[in-house]
Structure formats: structure tokens, C-alpha cells
């Protein structure tokens, strides 16, 4: 083999892992948005096969010694070439460990599960939905020691969402907001609190949808290639950085929630969309992480959408949209209310300062099953307790408590701390991108696109072309430091609610 013919060869592998991706990516978002309600059992039947057939195409010794060759010729391979090779080897090393009948049964399992938790979620009874989970975690334990077995199970679980984040690293991250977010949100309490009645008006869907068009408009997306559909729970699946699909879920008695998915899932798209596309069909597309996504998604949705400065600017325009359910609210209103802070039951609906307290018990709570402390029966009192102790709210059922998220369901443990960690960059990679450009007097006008330029030059082109941590370094113009986040956290809030 010489070195020509092993890049064609990694090519051809590589695309065809590709064309197994988009299959099971196809089914998925199928079976997410227009299947027909029963309908899951063929699509398991024919994911376990997909699964089946991709692993048996990388995890061969026909892959190692191609990966092994490339390897040994690095100099002369450019530098996509060699984080191809690099990143290819590290999956390989991992997924050669996990027997081809495990990994089958396993996607077989998460197409069930995910089943089985939406029914269970709708009649709030979490029993139906508890031997799934029993086997999920079963799996993500010993997944884990193949993942990497030097590691106590959770921190290898953790390490694959953000590579280097352990659970040493997540106490002393999740100490420092709860240090200096626990007294804001005390003094928040002894305030009057502001009304947001107006935003849980009646809001019909079809001008919702209308208004989705405009939101996604506003943030840039190009429509040829990025769709919005309608979910239970809101996600964004890329098959390339030219084919970006998002979804929401249209609630009619409230704006915001909607709204807020769409810019939320708007900003995941907007990174995918601008990774470079020398990248596609090859593993450096896409996302580099779950926290550098979440860092994305957050950015556009929280740090912009929820800004003054950007809701002054497309206030009239919502005024359009809702004119009978916003009558009398002007724009500061409006403002004010889309930022009331008040601890809650649902994460996906948390303001800005209470999110992370969601995202703490989710991770307290993953940290003792992935350990054995917490058997999976016990998670909804535990779960209620913790919300109790956390942010002082009583769960009234587990619809609303321990099966609000699909997260479990799709076996994703580790994943939660990311949207915190996420938000956490984000609010550095404002502190930095401030430095450099007139982030809000863009935005006063109306427009975000210089954002969007900043961040596809710091952060989207890249793909996984780097490891997250430099990203990260990179955006934020040094190492990361919780600090920003509490900072941006306690003046914002301290100026809305006059603390
Ligand atoms: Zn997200």
C-alpha cells in the first residue's frame, strides 16, 4: 500500500460511514416528526441492522491497518489528513472493544427506550419507563470501562461528551455557581416580581409558525438548507454543513417557549452550517462537542435573544405577529418579562439564572447511578427531593420531574453538565468577542451576522479539526473561567431586578 492509495481508501471508508450516519439520522428524524405513532418496532429492527453494519465495516482489522499505515506516514499527510487519522484511531480504539452484538443490542435498546419514555412521559408513570433505564445504565456502566477503564465509570462517560472534564472539575465548576448564584436568586425572592402574564396569552400555532420564519430569518439561516419541523422536544440534526434540520414545539399558551427553542436550535444550526465543508463526509464534521454546541446554542439564544438590545430591536416586528396579546406591552416590558427569574420545574423552560440549578440535579443524580449509590427506582423521589432542596419547588408528578427529558432514554449520561459548561463559555466568549467588535450596537439595528462571522471564524469553521479545549481557548482569548459566567449572571439580574 502506498501512501495515495491509503487516502483513497480512508476516503471511501470514511464516506461510507457517512452514508450509514444519514440512514440511521434519517429514521431518527422520521420517526421524530411524521411516523405514523406505532410504528417503532420496524425502525429498531432496521437501526440495530444499520448499527450492526457500520461497526462491522470500521471496527475490522482492515480499518486498524489502514489507520496503523496512515499513522506511520504523519509527515507526509497535511493536518486535516492527520486529525482524521488521529480522531479515527481514537474511535477505533474504543469501538473495537465493544463486541458487535452489544453494540446492536444497544441500538436496538435506545430505539425502544425512546419509545417506551414518550408513553411514559404521557402518563406520567414512571414504572413503565424504569426497566428500560435499568438496562440503559447496566450498558453505560460497562461502556464506560471500554471508553476507558483507568477511569471511574461517570468520568469516562463525562470525558466523551467534553473531552478533559471530569467530575472533579464539575464539583468545583458547579460549587462556584451555586456560591455566587444562591444569593441572587435569594435576593430576587424578597422582590416584587414582574409580570409576564402577557406572554401566556393565547398564541395560535399557525402565527407562531409564521413567527418562527421570521426568527430563523433574523439569526441568518438560509432556509435552502436548514428546515424547521415540529417535535415533542426541540433538537437539531446535521447530515452535512449544507443539510441542517431543526425542530420546536408549539405551546399556544405561551411565547417564549417556543421562540427561545427556535433561537436556541437556530444557533446549533448556524454552527453546523459553518463548519468549513472541506470537512463533510469525513469525522471532522460537525460539532467539535456537547459543550462547545451548547456553548452556540446558548450564546444565540440567551446571551443575544435575551439581551436588550436585540429584543428593543425585533420588538415591533413580534408587536405585528401578536398584536391583540402584547397590546399595551411595550418593548422594556417585554424585555423584562422574557427574563423572569423564577425557580421552576421544567429545565428546558428555566430563565437564564436558575438553568444551571437543573442541570446540577441532573448530574448529582447521574453522578450516584452511574456509581451504584442510586438504584434507578429510586430516581423520582430523589429527583423530587433534590428539586425541593435546589430550588425550593414541590414536583407534582414525574411528567413533570424525572421524565420531562429524552436525554436517558437515548442512553446520553454525561451529557447534562455540558449545557452549563456551554453556557459558561459563552458568556467568556462574549467577554473576548466585546474586545473585538461592536457586539450590541450591530445588534440594536437589527442584526446579528457580525456575531455569526466572529464565531464562525473562533469556533464554527474548525469542525473537530481541534480538540474542544482549544476552541474553547481560542473563543474565549484565555482559559476558561467560570468567573465570566457568574459575573454576566449577577449584573445582568442585579440591573433587571434592581437588587
Ligand atoms: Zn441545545
Not at 413580534?318 to 423584562?336: I, R, S, T
Request: a negative charge.
Amino acid at each position: 500500500m502506498n501512501v495515495t492509495t491509503a487516502i483513497e481508501k480512508l476516503n471511501e471508508l470514511e464516506t461510507k460511514m457517512y452514508a450509514y450516519a444519514s440512514a440511521e439520522s434519517a429514521l431518527y428524524l422520521d420517526g421524530a416528526t411524521v411516523a405514523p405513532k406505532d410504528t417503532a418496532e420496524g425502525r429498531g429492527v432496521a437501526l440495530g441492522i444499520l448499527a450492526g453494519e457500520s461497526h462491522k465495516l470500521f471496527a475490522c482489522e482492515e480499518t486498524k491497518a489502514l489507520l496503523d499505515f496512515l499513522g506511520e506516514n504523519k509527515q507526509e499527510l497535511d493536518e486535516k489528513l492527520n486529525r482524521r487519522v488521529e480522531l479515527l484511531k481514537r474511535d477505533y480504539g474504543m469501538l473495537s472493544k465493544i463486541p458487535a452484538d452489544e453494540y446492536m443490542e444497544y441500538a436496538r435498546l435506545t430505539n425502544d427506550a425512546s419509545d417506551i419514555w414518550h408513553r411514559a412521559k404521557e402518563t406520567s408513570d414512571f414504572s413503565i419507563f424504569e426497566p428500560y433505564l435499568e438496562k440503559l445504565v447496566a450498558f453505560n456502566i460497562k461502556f464506560a470501562g471500554y471508553y476507558d477503564s483507568s477511569k471511574l465509570p461517570y468520568d469516562a462517560l463525562l470525558n466523551e461528551y467534553e473531552r478533559g472534564v471530569d467530575m472533579k472539575y464539575l464539583d468545583n465548576f458547579f460549587n462556584t455557581l451555586r456560591n455566587k448564584l444562591v444569593p441572587v436568586i435569594k435576593a430576587i425572592s424578597q422582590k416584587p416580581q414582574i409580570d409576564d402574564s402577557f406572554l401566556h396569552k393565547h398564541y395560535p400555532a399557525e402565527v407562531q409558525r409564521k413567527f418562527s420564519d421570521y426568527l430563523m430569518e433574523v439569526m441568518g439561516l438560509d432556509r435552502n438548507h436548514c428546515t424547521i419541523g415540529e417535535t415533542e422536544h426541540p433538537f437539531t440534526l446535521n447530515f452535512s454543513s449544507q443539510d441542517v434540520r431543526i425542530t420546536t414545539n408549539y405551546d399556544e399558551n405561551s411565547l417564549a417557549d417556543s421562540m427561545y427553542s427556535v433561537i436556541h436550535e437556530g444557533g446549533h444550526a448556524l454552527y453546523e452550517l459553518g463548519v468549513d465543508r472541506e470537512l463533510d463526509y469525513t469525522c471532522l464534521a460537525g460539532g467539535v462537542s456537547m459543550g462547545v454546541h451548547e456553548s452556540q446554542s446558548r450564546f444565540y439564544e440567551n446571551i443575544v435573544g435575551r439581551s436588550e438590545a436585540f429584543v428593543k430591536a425585533i420588538y415591533p416586528k413580534v408587536k405585528e405577529f401578536f398584536p391583540e396579546q402584547l397590546n399595551g406591552v411595550d418593548a422594556d416590558m417585554f424585555y423584562k418579562a422574557i427574563n423572569k427569574a423564577q425557580p421552576s420545574l421544567i429545565r428546558t423552560e428555566a430563565d437564564e439564572l436558575t438553568y444551571c440549578f437543573h442541570v446540577m440535579i441532573r448530574y448529582e443524580i447521574e453522578k450516584q447511578l452511574i456509581s451504584g449509590e442510586l438504584a434507578v427506582k429510586d430516581i423520582p423521589e430523589t429527583w423530587n427531593s433534590l428539586y425541593k432542596e435546589y430550588l425550593g419547588v414541590d414536583v407534582p408528578d414525574d411528567k413533570h420531574g424525572c421524565l420531562q427529558d429524552s436525554h436517558w432514554s437515548g442512553g446520553s449520561f454525561g451529557y447534562f453538565p455540558s449545557y452549563a459548561l456551554g453556557s459558561a463559555y459563552g458568556a467568556q466568549m462574549l467577554a473576548n468577542m466585546e474586545k473585538e467588535i461592536d457586539v450590541w450596537g450591530g445588534i440594536e439595528n437589527g442584526s446579528i451576522s457580525h456575531v455569526t462571522e466572529w464565531l464562525k471564524d473562533k469556533v464554527h469553521k474548525y469542525g473537530c479539526l481541534k480538540e474542544p479545549s482549544e476552541i474553547v481557548k481560542n473563543a474565549c482569548g484565555g482559559e476558561f473561567d467560570p468567573n465570566y459566567y457568574t459575573d454576566y449572571l449577577v449584573s445582568k439580574y442585579t440591573s433587571l431586578y434592581n437588587l
